[in-house]
C-alpha cells in the first residue's frame, strides 16, 4: 500500500472507532477529576479530547516524512499515535506534579500490565528557549475498570499530560503558533515573545504557590464550619504537622460532611483529646494495616502519611455510619475507599480498637 492508502485507510479506522476513543478519554478524565484531583484535594483542572480526522490525518503526514516505520501499515500507525484519546491534569501548584504523577502510577498500568512509566519533558534543557514542560503517561484502564459498557476498552491508550497551568498556557500558545504553522518559520519577533512568555510562565509557577501557601495561612485562621476540603486540610494539618494530610482527604471529608461533623469542635467531640493525636494515629494506622495485611484485605493500604491518620481515629465510633451510607453503592470498580475500610473494620473483630 502506498503512503497516501495507509493514511486513509488509518483515517476510515479512526472515524469508525472514534465513540470508543471518546468514551475513553471521557472515563479517564473522571477518574482523574473524582479519584485523583478532587480525592487528594488538589486544585487543578482536568481536561479532555480527543484528536480530531484532521489532526490525526497531519500527525501521519509529519510521521510519514520524519519517522516512516510509523506508518509502514495501520497497526503500525495505531502502534505508534499513542494520544487519540487525551487528557490534561493542570495543577495550580507546580510543586503537585509530582504528586499526581505517583497517584496516576498507583490507579493505572501501562502496556500488557506492567508498570506505569512517566516520560518527563523539559525541552528548555536542550534548547533555552523551548519552554514546554509536562510528564506524559500513556495509561491503560484496570481490568476492574472495563465492567460493562468499557469492556472494548481493553489495551486502549490514553495519554494523560501533567502540568502547571502556567506551563499549559505556553505549551497550548507555543503548539498553536509553531507546532501546527503550515509554512514558513517564525519570525524573529514571534521567537522574542514566545521567550518572555516562557520567563513569564516561570515566575508565575512561584508567584501561585506563594499565593497558596498564604491561602492555606489564611485559613488556619479561621474558626467555625469548614468551607470546603482545602479548608478542612488546612486546618487538620495543624493536628497531623508531619503527614501530607490531603491525600484521601477529599472522600474523607465528603464523608464527615454526610456525618455532620463539620468543624474542628465536633471532630474533638468524637477523638476525644486530642493531645498526642499524630503519635496516636500512627500506632493504631499500624496496628489497623497489619491486621488487614494479615486477613489478606489488601485491596486498599492505609497510608502513615495522609488523612487516613484520621480515618483510623474515627473509625471505632463511625465505621458501622460509614458503611451504611453506602449501603449498595458497588458502582465500577467496587465501593469507594472509605467504605471499603470501614466495612473491613466492621466485619472483623480484631481491628476494632479494644479488641
Known sequence: MTIDAIIGSALTRYERESDR???LSARVAEI???????GHAIRAQVTSRVKSPKSFEGKLRRLAKHQPEAVKSVDAVFDSVRDLAGVRVATYDKELEDKVVATLQARFRGPSGAPLQPEKRDKRANDPSNFYRATHCDVFLLPEDLAGAYSNLLDTPCE??????????????????????LSAALSPAEH???????????????????????TDARLRSRSGDFEDV??????????????????????????????????????EAVLGSTADLEARAQNELARLDAALRAGGHTRHALEPSSSDLLLVLLLPKLARKIVENHPADRGIGGPPRIAWIAARYEEHPRLEANG
Request: negative net charge; aromatic residues 10%.
Open 21 to 23: 476513543y471518546l468514551k
Open 230 to 267: 482545602y479548608d478542612f486540610v488546612a486546618r487538620m494539618r495543624q493536628w497531623f504537622p508531619g503527614a501530607d494530610f490531603a491525600t484521601h482527604a477529599g472522600q474523607l471529608f465528603e464523608e464527615l460532611e454526610l456525618l455532620g461533623l463539620r468543624a474542628p469542635k465536633d471532630l
Open 160 to 181: 494523560v499530560q501533567v502540568c502547571s497551568l502556567m506551563a499549559h498556557v505556553w505549551n497550548e500558545i507555543e503548539h498553536d503558533i509553531r507546532y501546527k504553522r
Open 192 to 214: 522574542e515573545l514566545l521567550v518572555s512568555l516562557g520567563h513569564l510562565s516561570r515566575a508565575g509557577d512561584g508567584v501561585v504557590s506563594r499565593l497558596l501557601a498564604a
Open 32 to 38: 482523574c477529576r473524582v479519584e485523583i484531583v478532587e
